[in-house]
């Protein structure tokens, strides 16, 4: 069965700091994808990043990077330089991709990001 | 394309009445899901419908709950008869194969 554990439930850091949230994950299959969500305060769910098991390359999209590492099963997000802005509540989720199979996503609980002023 | 779209953005009823969430995904996804979200659960997948058609159902909590699918571009969540700790916001999410899911806004949902 799929997992995902993101053991840090709540995050306080100051403007301009740096921050990573902790994502690990479990399954039994070689191929599947890893995806990061961002909830602000209003509540939607924004997609911020798909990863597949197959592309271990770090990938940066300008304040934000993330480190995928199979060896580990973790798949984490950091923020550069925070702002208030990024104030919000990230989750992270796995779908399996079974051949031919059927691919539910299953999402952390989530961390509560406050960045303070 | 307008995303995920439910209906309604809020719903404040009573206990005992029958409830229908309702959620329009985003045309050519095949796969559609029903989340909840609650404070003290967190983000919860209720249930999940590949080409309409059910795969899992497991989350869905008691037979109070039921989702319909009739077609691909239309789905359901009825909670009947609805209890004050079904109070909770239902997101409905859809996707194509290996891609990312996309939310509607979401549904809150207050049973007084």
């Known amino acids: 069965a799929q997992k995902v554990t993101q053991a840090q439930t709540e995050i306080s850091v100051v403007e301009k700091e740096d921050v990573t949230l902790d994502c690990v994950y479990e399954?039994?299959?070689?191929?599947?994808?890893l995806f990061w969500y961002k909830q602000p305060p209003s509540g939607e769910l924004v997609f911020l990043i798909r990863?597949?098991?197959?592309?271990?390359q770090n990938e940066i999209s300008g304040r934000y990077s993330w480190n995928f590492q199979k060896s580990t099963s973790s798949f984490n997000f950091t923020i550069t330089a925070s702002q208030v802005v990024d104030s919000a509540v990230y989750f992270c989720?796995?779908?399996?991709?079974?051949?031919?199979?059927?691919?539910?996503?299953?999402f952390g609980t989530g961390t509560k990001l406050q960045v303070i002023p | 394309d307008a995303g995920v779209i439910q209906s309604p953005r809020h719903e404040v009823t009573e206990m005992g009445q029958e409830v229908t969430l309702r959620c329009k995904p985003i045309?050519?996804?095949?796969?559609l899901f029903w989340y909840r979200q609650t404070m003290m659960r967190g983000l919860e997948l209720l249930i999940y419908?590949?080409?309409?058609?059910?795969?899992?159902d497991s989350g869905m909590p008691e037979d109070r709950f039921s989702a319909k699918m009739p077609n691909a571009s239309f789905s359901t969540l009825k909670i009947q008869p609805s209890e004050p700790r079904d109070s909770a916001v239902y997101f409905c999410?859809?996707?194509?194969?290996?891609?990312?899911?996309?939310f509607g806004q979401g549904t809150r949902l207050t049973v007084v």
């Open positions: 989720a796995l779908s399996e991709s079974p051949s031919g199979g059927y691919q539910k996503v299953t």
């Open positions: 990863r597949n098991s197959f592309d271990e």
């Open positions: 999410a859809s996707r194509l194969r290996d891609t990312e899911a996309f």
């Open positions: 419908f590949n080409n309409n058609v059910p795969i899992d």
């Open positions: 399954t039994r299959d070689t191929t599947y994808y």
């Open positions: 045309s050519g996804h095949n796969s």
